[in-house]
Nanobody
Framework: QVQLVESGGGLVQPGGSLRLSCAAS????????IGWFRQAPGKEREGVSC????????KYADSVKGRFTIARDSAKNAAYLQMNSLKPEDTAVYFC????????????????????WGKGTLVTVST
């Protein structure tokens, strides 16, 4: 069964850190670029970060640059989003998604460019 499962969400105070994980089963993540997206209450889903199939190219939304880091681990068939200096406006459900893409260095923060999605994990940044 093909699955993407996110984990690592939770409640954290402003300025704190969390690391989200995206675990794949039933297929290999090696063949895909991996993106993280988020949807805050009452808002549309937005792209946060993406890492290319090769792992050599990354892309970040301006709102998270310098605070979030995306990574992938082929041996564990997983991807990660390290989130530091969290702000209340980072509160959202975070989703990982994958796309085959047309180039090994392809990265995208466009929702319609993704082929398959996980169900999300909730991150709440609050005192």
């Amino acid at each position: 069964q093909v699955q993407l499962v996110e984990s690592g969400g939770g409640l954290v105070q402003p300025g704190g850190s969390l690391r989200l994980s995206c675990a794949a089963s039933g297929f290999s993540l090696r063949d895909y670029a991996i993106g993280w997206f988020r949807q805050a209450p009452g808002k549309e889903r937005e792209g946060v970060s993406c890492i290319s199939r090769s792992g050599g190219t990354t892309k970040y939304a301006d709102s998270v640059k310098g605070r979030f880091t995306i990574a992938r681990d082929s041996a564990k068939n997983a991807a990660y989003l390290q989130m530091n200096s969290l702000k209340p406006e980072d509160t959202a459900v975070y989703f990982c998604a994958i796309t085959v893409g047309t180039h090994p260095e392809l990265v995208t923060l466009v929702e319609s460019g993704m082929d398959y999605w996980g169900k999300g994990t909730l991150v709440t940044v609050s005192t």
